[in-house]
């Protein structure tokens, strides 16, 4: 599983520093310091220079690191110099916005179809197709599908799942509030309140 | 702002840590050692103790922290031993998403209203009522919000945050791919696409 032992802790902050770099870049800045990126991260400089030397440090000189760099770093180590099709399976709220949602073209993620049980409830952009979920296995079959977005109810999600891995995706990102372990299959889970539990921590603390 | 000067990277991990001890003590775990915990969030025991020494350090014993109590505490932290009136601004995909979701009233957040710029095309529980965004003052006004989850698009999404700071409401939640900063209002962003792209970073190093 490990090609290099990079704690999950790490791992978990990547696609922050990401984010951080793009903001930067999309702002025209040309270097950054680890002091810098430390304060924006809310953590300390020593914390960040650690995380990059999992990556080889990613060359900083003396005017600090070079931003446009870091963002091609980044993207590459997070996979996203490459392109992956995805399948919604669950065509409720969830799976529509995100079939409705313009963005993920442009981020080399393309939705091929949507999965449901009632086709009919389901309304997507013209160009992308929605099937009945016994469906699945064959599309995927025909077509090289690299990520299924799970948005099925959480009551049946857990077979849901099993169809999922059974059509032979290896990697679920699942919306549906349901703990997903399968054999040889990568999940991962959307954490929507998490955001909400901060604002309410941060209400309590503010004054 | 600090009562106590508690770092991001702390509060960043309490709704984690939230979300753990919930899980053991829905599968009935009594007690659970710093090894337990930092085994189960990826991190290090002395971590665990550390984090949890910003608030007291939670009572370890001989066999243990008593994860009833680690809820609790972990609960009142995050100020979910209250209740938040909420109100949704943007009635699209994603604000109806969330209305329709019926596990907000269970964790003590009660969405009050809708408000979008046509009401007509907005679908969401009858008990929920919709209005036009520029009654938003008025409804604030009229009823306690605590906290607006601003779904629009992202082209509108400062300016409707501007009018949500004039109605009153001191705290957003940012549903709105746009970074909303205002004085005296605290913001808490949703970013849907990081458990995605740690999905693809693990696509790649699965092997």
Redesign the interface.
């Known amino acids: 599983?490990?090609?290099q032992k990079i704690?999950?802790?790490v791992?978990?902050r990547?696609?922050?520093y990401?984010?951080l770099f793009t903001?930067l870049e999309e702002r025209g800045v040309a270097h950054v310091s680890s002091n810098e990126i430390s304060d924006l991260?809310?953590?300390t400089a020593s914390?960040v220079r650690q995380d990059f030397s999992n990556f080889g440090g990613f060359g900083r000189q003396g005017y600090g690191y070079d931003v446009k760099f870091l963002c091609q770093q980044m993207q590459q180590?997070?996979?996203?110099d490459?392109t992956?099709n995805m399948i919604i399976v669950g065509g409720?709220?969830?799976g529509?916005?995100l079939a409705?949602?313009q963005?993920y073209d442009a981020?080399g993620?393309f939705i091929k179809a949507v999965f449901d049980k009632e086709v009919w409830h389901v309304r997507v952009p013209s160009h992308i197709d929605v099937f009945p979920t016994e469906d699945m296995k064959d599309f995927v079959a025909k077509n090289k599908i690299?990520?299924a977005v799970l948005c099925t109810p959480k009551d049946v999600a857990l077979e849901t799942a099993k169809q999922i891995a059974d059509a032979g995706i290896?990697?679920i990102?699942n919306f549906a509030?349901q703990?997903i372990k399968i054999d040889g299959v990568?999940v991962?889970?959307?954490?929507?309140?998490?955001?909400?539990?901060?604002?309410?921590?941060?209400?309590?603390?503010?004054?």
């Open positions: 599983m490990e090609k704690s999950s802790a791992i978990n990547l696609p922050a990401l984010r903001e991260m809310g953590t914390q180590i997070l996979g996203l490459k992956y409720g709220k969830i529509q916005a409705n949602y963005g981020l993620f690299d990520i290896k990697a990102w509030s703990e990568l991962e889970n959307v954490h929507l309140n998490e955001s909400l539990f901060l604002l309410t921590y941060k209400m309590q603390n503010q004054d």
